[in-house]
């Protein structure tokens, strides 16, 4: 049966919603690249944001020949037409400041998403055959992040790579000298 592993990295630190990443950042993507520098990718994919485009080059920097691919599925949004009623106050306040028309294109997007990156058909593996094994990185945003790897767990023949945590935060998972984590919390 084919199999896709997929690795799903947050952006970098960065300076503003829309800045580029800043000098711990861009440490975190250089770390990313370097934590994933054995694993035989075939692709990158990022979001087009600045911060994940950025975390995406600099982690592509350690693998010469592979891939790089924009995606505006992969963007910087609410995935989802959620109900701020039913939520926390906090994320209440954000899920709110969207109109519902951009949460219904948050939705959307983040459908389209789990469908190209969560996917298993050989439109996503490619005609490798009944054995193949792809492996691809995606730089993107917390939300999309809790979207497709839920999605991609519960799909028949779908194979989630788990690194420790199940997916890496570059701003976060890997801080020189920073405590061990307890595996799969985020």
């Known amino acids: 049966m084919a199999s896709r592993f997929l690795y799903l990295v947050r952006h970098g630190?960065?300076?503003?919603e829309d800045g580029s990443l800043t000098a711990a950042?861009?440490?975190?993507?250089?770390?990313?690249?370097?934590?994933?520098?054995?694993?035989?990718?075939?692709?990158i994919a990022h979001s087009p944001r600045p911060r994940a485009a950025q975390?995406?080059?600099l982690i592509a920097g350690h693998r010469p020949?592979?891939?790089l691919t924009e995606s505006?599925?992969?963007?910087?949004?609410?995935?989802?037409d959620l109900d701020p009623a039913t939520l926390p106050p906090p994320f209440a306040r954000l899920v709110g400041s969207y109109t519902i028309t951009e949460r219904n294109e948050?939705?959307?997007?983040?459908?389209?998403?789990?469908?190209?990156?969560a996917g298993t058909g050989e439109e996503h593996l490619g005609p490798a055959g009944a054995d193949a094994v792809r492996h691809e990185l995606i730089v993107t945003?917390?939300?999309?992040?809790?979207?497709?790897?839920?999605?991609?767990?519960?799909?028949?023949?779908?194979?989630l790579a788990r690194p420790q945590p199940a997916a890496l935060r570059a701003d976060r998972d890997?801080?020189?000298?920073?405590?061990?984590?307890?595996?799969?919390?985020?």
């Open 174 to 186: 890997l801080v020189p000298d920073r405590p061990a984590r307890v595996p799969g919390q985020l």
């Open 65 to 67: 020949g592979v891939p």
């Open 55 to 57: 975390t995406a080059r």
């Open 141 to 159: 945003h917390n939300f999309l992040i809790g979207v497709v790897h839920p999605a991609g767990t519960g799909r028949a023949g779908l194979a």
């Open 72 to 80: 505006a599925v992969l963007g910087d949004y609410i995935p989802g």
């Open 106 to 117: 948050g939705a959307a997007l983040a459908r389209a998403a789990v469908e190209q990156f």
């Open 25 to 43: 950042g861009q440490e975190q993507a250089r770390l990313t690249g370097a934590r994933l520098a054995a694993v035989p990718l075939a692709a």
């Open 13 to 16: 630190e960065a300076a503003g």
